[in-house]
């Protein structure tokens, strides 16, 4: 049975891919950072840095100052 167009079980999205309105994938790189019941938290770090750069620095592709 379906609800709410998701299928039964699947597990919820993290908060950074329900605001960005994509899948989330298993080894997301925002989900252990961002759960789904905190979206707040995503949307202020998005705001500031925007997910590019988010991204960038939680995979090491650069140094978080490069981006301030």
Request: charge should be positive; glycine fraction near 8%.
């Amino acid at each position: 049975m379906k609800e709410g167009g998701r299928k039964q079980g699947a597990p919820a999205p993290c908060a950074a891919c329900k605001l960005l309105r994509r899948r989330c994938a298993q080894d997301c790189v925002f989900a252990p950072y961002f759960p789904a019941d905190e979206p707040q938290k995503f949307a202020n770090v998005h705001k500031v840095f925007g997910a590019s750069n988010v991204n960038k620095m939680l995979q090491g592709e650069g140094h978080p100052w490069h981006f301030l």
